[in-house]
């Protein structure tokens, strides 16, 4: 089309007859290839119909809001391990309590009132 991403463009430019008076907006979208696989999936059908009425309010497909919901899962699952390998390796290196290793009091000194 010759025209800058974003530029408007009348209706009534050519190519675009037949559509609803106005004007269009012009988007470009860079698709990313990324490997897919099918995977059989069985839901009860209230659900599956439930989901299918979100996915069309939302203008998406039941795939890609089941893809975001199971990226959350894996990225939340990463995370959680992360954090406990990083606890994990702070434990084994121990913590500066400031006491050298020696412990200065006993029990009773410490419940005294």
Avoid at 26 to 43: F, G, I, P, Q, W
Avoid at 55 to 71: E, I, K, N, P
Avoid at 84 to 108: F, V
């Amino acid at each position: 089309m010759g025209r800058p991403v974003g530029a408007q463009v009348p209706l009534s430019a050519p190519g675009f007859q037949g559509l609803r008076a106005g004007r269009l907006t012009l988007l470009r979208a860079t698709l990313e290839s990324v490997k897919t696989r099918n995977v059989t999936l069985a839901l009860p059908d209230d659900l599956l119909r439930r989901v299918k009425v979100i996915a069309a309010q939302r203008d998406t497909s039941v795939s890609a809001m089941l893809t975001q919901a199971l990226r959350l899962v894996a990225e939340e699952q990463e995370g959680y391990q992360e954090a406990r390998r990083a606890m994990l390796r702070d434990l084994r290196r121990g913590y500066n309590l400031g006491t050298a290793g020696k412990i200065a009091w006993s029990r009773d000194s410490l419940h005294e009132r």
